[in-house]
């Protein structure tokens, strides 16, 4: 079983930074892609960006392409999502989200979601 812990929501204000990290139990990260997702209250769950194995594709949604960063490093099971310049409309739980079709390693695999609230 792939568990998924999530770090590093909070409060901030407008403007303000945050980094998420998404830290996977066992040493297979190189197995999978990562998603991260937002949900905020009575909306639909929001694919924000998304790393590929080997970081060759990086995709972000165009509500945060320019602020979000989001990295991998395999041999320390660590994504991080790198969230700048803050708006409200970014406050969200924050959800990481590991995905895989190699044959061993099949599964789709969530974390417990993490609160981000942007607000002054």
């Known amino acids: 079983q792939v568990q998924l812990v999530e770090s590093g929501g909070g409060l901030v204000q407008p403007g303000g930074s945050l980094r998420l990290s998404c830290a996977v139990t066992r040493s297979i990260l190189t197995f999978y892609d990562i998603n991260w997702y937002r949900q905020a209250p009575g909306k639909q769950r929001e694919l924000v960006a998304n790393v590929s194995i080997a970081s060759t594709n990086i995709h972000y949604a165009d509500s945060v392409k320019g602020r979000f960063t989001t990295s991998r490093d395999n041999a320390k099971n660590t994504v991080i999502l790198q969230m700048n310049n803050l708006k409200p409309e970014d406050t969200a739980v924050y959800y990481c989200?590991?995905?895989?079709?190699?044959?061993?390693?099949?599964?789709?695999?969530w974390g417990q979601g993490t609160q981000v609230t942007v607000a002054s």
């Open positions: 989200n590991a995905r895989s079709n190699i044959i061993g390693f099949k599964g789709d695999y």
